[in-house]
């Protein structure tokens, strides 16, 4: 039971990494259509003259600027932390590993019969046992004798 106790706290895990992921996905998503729009809009103001710009245009573009870096660090926040993330999902997939691999090592020593290993065995005989063909043919020859049967 203990192991299933860890499955189930390991996929519980998994689920609300995954549901962590996806808000992040969609904050980049997010972030990303924001700064795209931000630069649209600054282009439009870069695009008149210095000469002819209007203080208020002045102030709007470098609104923008500011904007936009503050989204680029966000960004860059959520991209490191994804890294962060992965990097310590893997090593606690190594640890996972690790632990199933020395919990499960008792099992397979207790599947293995204590007296004999791979390199001592010897070739037995098959056994004796009667095959489905066998029982089936004797079934036959019960029901209405091995000659007369229309099946055979």
């Known amino acids: 039971m203990k192991?299933?106790?860890?499955?189930?706290q390991m996929g519980g895990?998994?689920?609300?990494?995954?549901?962590?992921?996806?808000?992040?996905?969609?904050?980049?998503?997010?972030?990303?259509?924001?700064?795209?729009?931000?630069k649209k809009e600054l282009q439009s103001?870069?695009?008149?003259?210095e000469k002819e710009k209007t203080?208020?245009?002045?102030?709007?573009?470098?609104?923008?600027?500011?904007?936009?870096?503050?989204?680029v660090q966000k960004r860059d926040f959520l991209v490191d932390d994804a890294e962060v993330e992965r990097l310590r999902e893997k090593e606690e997939d190594k640890e996972?590993?690790?632990?199933?691999?020395?919990?499960?090592?008792?099992?397979?020593?207790?599947?293995?019969?204590?007296?004999?290993?791979?390199?001592?065995?010897?070739a037995e005989p098959p056994p004796s046992k009667p095959t489905i063909a066998k029982a089936g043919l004797a079934i036959i020859k019960d029901c209405c004798g091995a000659t007369q049967c229309n099946i055979m």
């Open 3 to 8: 192991h299933k106790g860890c499955l189930t």
């Open 13 to 38: 895990k998994m689920f609300c990494v995954l549901e962590g992921n996806w808000y992040r996905w969609m904050d980049d998503i997010q972030l990303c259509k924001d700064i795209m729009n931000l």
């Open 45 to 49: 103001l870069v695009a008149i003259p």
């Open 55 to 71: 203080k208020m245009e002045k102030q709007r573009e470098d609104e923008l600027i500011q904007k936009i870096h503050r989204l």
């Open 96 to 122: 996972m590993a690790e632990f199933l691999r020395t919990k499960l090592k008792p099992l397979d020593k207790a599947t293995q019969s204590p007296t004999s290993s791979p390199a001592e065995k010897k």
